[in-house]
């Protein structure tokens, strides 16, 4: 119930976002044929996904409807805008590629594919997700008013809370797209920059990748 709720805010900004006039190829995105390239780790686009690749992606894919493929290379960045893109994919009803490597928040956007495939010698790989000292300070600071927090421990019980909805939200994901349970629940056992490269057969048996 909450993952749907979660796709009904994504879907509801779908619907209100302009139809046409922004769609722009950048270093990051790269249309050719039927296929759309995200790659966020080759020389001179050496970056992080962030939120406003989902309006990209989203403009792009409306712009150029003979697109089938998505072709990914990407280490990850925001959590949530990783989500949104899968959800991009997922109503674009496409299909997702890796080529070099997908891991962290990329792996969201390849879980939003219908056909699910990678390259030869690339990977994919799957760590939990963390927030540094410095930005969760940050955010206190910054939202501490808005949120009404009374003090650091009535945001360490909001952080708590949702800590565990997003790993909720995260592993209802795996299992709606086809994911085996005993894998999801793999995918967030390795913490930090301890990535998890599953071998091709693992992804394969595991359901993640359809072929």
């Known amino acids: 119930?909450?993952?749907?709720?979660?796709?009904?805010?994504?879907?509801?900004?779908?619907?209100f976002a302009p139809l046409?006039?922004?769609?722009?190829?950048?270093?990051?995105?790269?249309?050719?044929?039927?296929t759309l390239f995200f790659d966020t780790e080759s020389e001179g686009n050496?970056?992080?996904?962030?939120?406003?690749?989902?309006d990209t992606m989203r403009?792009?894919?409306r712009d150029n409807?003979?697109?089938r493929n998505v072709d990914l290379?990407?280490?990850?960045?925001?959590?949530?805008?990783?989500?949104e893109m899968g959800e991009v994919l997922l109503d674009f009803e496409v299909n997702t590629h890796v080529s070099g490597i997908c891991s962290s928040s990329c792996v969201y956007i390849f879980l939003g594919g219908l056909k699910r495939t990678l390259a030869r010698g690339a990977r994919i790989g799957f760590h939990q997700n963390s927030w540094s000292a410095?930005?969760?300070?940050?955010?206190y600071t910054s939202k501490t008013e808005a949120f009404g927090w009374a003090s650091p421990y009535e945001f360490a019980e909001w952080m708590y809370e949702?800590?565990?909805?997003e790993t909720y939200l995260e592993l209802q994901y795996y299992l709606e797209r086809g994911v085996d349970p005993v894998f999801a629940v793999e995918t967030i056992r390795n913490q930090g920059d301890n990535v998890w490269y599953p071998r091709r057969s693992e992804l394969l048996e595991a359901g993640l990748l359809t072929e």
């Open 1 to 15: 119930m909450i993952y749907h709720m979660f796709r009904a805010a994504f879907m509801g900004a779908l619907a």
């Open 20 to 34: 046409s006039g922004f769609a722009q190829e950048t270093s990051k995105f790269q249309v050719k044929g039927d």
């Open 46 to 54: 050496e970056s992080e996904i962030v939120s406003a690749d989902a």
């Open 59 to 61: 403009a792009l894919l």
């Open 65 to 67: 409807p003979a697109i």
């Open 73 to 83: 290379n990407s280490g990850g960045g925001s959590y949530f805008a990783g989500f």
């Open 134 to 139: 410095e930005s969760i300070e940050q955010f």
């Open 162 to 165: 949702d800590t565990q909805q």
